[in-house]
């Protein structure tokens, strides 16, 4: 069978209650900065692949990724926000 291209996506929001969760009465910020690493096994470290800017309510995507790679995304903390908890969704 053909593996079909993955993706990453996720929200950058105000966590008023600082539970990882994006409830839907919390903010969502644009204009974010998002990074995509990739694994470089011969490298044996992450190096940059692509950014993008959250918009549209704190929303961003990076699109036809490889689904047998490993990638970490990064965050440009929002001027004015404090840093808070992390949170991935499987879906």
């Known amino acids: 069978g053909e593996i079909q291209p993955g993706a990453l996506s996720g929200y950058v929001y105000e966590d008023n209650n600082d539970n990882g969760i994006k409830d839907t009465n919390e903010a969502g ?3 974010t900065t998002i ?5 470089d096994a011969t490298q044996k470290k992450y190096v940059f692949v692509a ?9 961003y995507e990076f699109k036809n990724l490889d689904p047998l790679q490993m990638y ?13 908890k992390e949170t991935i969704n499987w879906r």
């Open 35 to 39: 990074e995509l690493y990739i694994w």
């Open 72 to 84: 970490m995304v990064k965050e440009t903390q929002p001027k004015g926000y404090l840093d808070g």
């Open 29 to 31: 910020i644009d204009n």
């Open 51 to 59: 950014s993008t800017t959250t918009k549209n309510g704190g929303y």
